[in-house]
């Protein structure tokens, strides 16, 4: 197991644009959850998955932005017209149910992030 | 959501035992005190979490008072890897379906070799 992955690393688009990341959680994870850092300050919640269902989404999540877990394995982080204001690191995190016997369901284990930057 | 209090920032001297402080006198009975860190250019970590009782694992301990207002997360010997933002986390584990993790800004651990 080579835990969570997201891709790309680094993106730079041009203001307007719309952008897709990727998050490959660690394998039969069903909670699936994404998050947004900016410089400085701790990572903050965007929204949660369990298997395929969105169950919430913060207010930080604009309508601009969309989040899928297709079949409950990968999922998908679009935004769409972008703004300056936008440029962050997004960071996907992915935890096992409750009770699963590897772990009790408290960790999050976290990606490497997906730097974007808003020209 | 209950919140937390930590140091924007520490030093430690490489291998030396560092006390990471963290104040949270609102917390509930639920509430389960956990720690994350962030090495540069990464995503966090989980460190360790606990509930009432002292715990050890085999990156670090976490005393936690005994009125539960307060905790420490102890580094036993820091190495120059152990430099990052440490996040000290409150988590009402059935207290809803999300679980999700609310950071604030966490304590900038500098190393000194």
């Known amino acids: 197991d080579t835990g969570v992955s997201q891709d790309p690393r680094h993106k730079i688009t041009k203001r307007g644009q719309n952008v897709t990341f990727r998050c490959d959680p660690i394998?039969?994870?069903?909670?699936l959850y994404w998050y947004r850092q900016t410089l400085g300050q701790g990572p903050e919640f965007l929204t949660y998955?369990?298997?395929?269902?969105?169950?919430?989404k913060s207010r930080l999540l604009s309508d601009r932005f969309s989040a899928e877990r297709p079949k409950g394995s990968f999922s998908t982080l679009e935004i769409q017209r972008t703004e300056q204001g936008d440029s962050a690191m997004y960071l996907c995190?992915?935890?096992?149910?409750?009770?699963?016997?590897?772990?009790?369901?408290?960790?999050?284990?976290f990606g490497p992030g997906t730097r974007l930057t808003v020209t | 959501d209950a919140k937390t209090t930590q140091p924007n920032s520490m030093e430690s001297n490489e291998e030396e035992p560092v006390h990471l402080p963290c104040n949270h006198s609102t917390i509930s009975g639920t509430d389960y005190i956990h720690w994350y860190r962030q090495l540069p250019s990464q995503g966090p970590e989980y460190v360790i979490h606990?509930?009432?009782s002292n715990v050890n694992n085999r990156m670090a301990s976490l005393a936690i008072a005994e009125d539960r207002k307060s905790s420490t997360l102890i580094l036993h010997r820091a190495t120059l890897r152990d430099a990052a933002v440490y996040y000290c986390?409150?988590?009402?584990?059935?207290?809803?379906?999300?679980?999700?993790?609310?950071f604030g800004t966490g304590t900038l651990l500098a190393v000194q070799p």
């Open positions: 606990g509930l009432t």
């Open positions: 986390i409150l988590r009402a584990i059935y207290g809803g379906a999300t679980n999700k993790l609310i």
């Open positions: 995190a992915s935890s096992p149910r409750v009770g699963d016997r590897t772990s009790p369901g408290y960790e999050q284990y």
């Open positions: 998955f369990q298997n395929e269902a969105q169950l919430e």
């Open positions: 394998s039969e994870h069903n909670r």
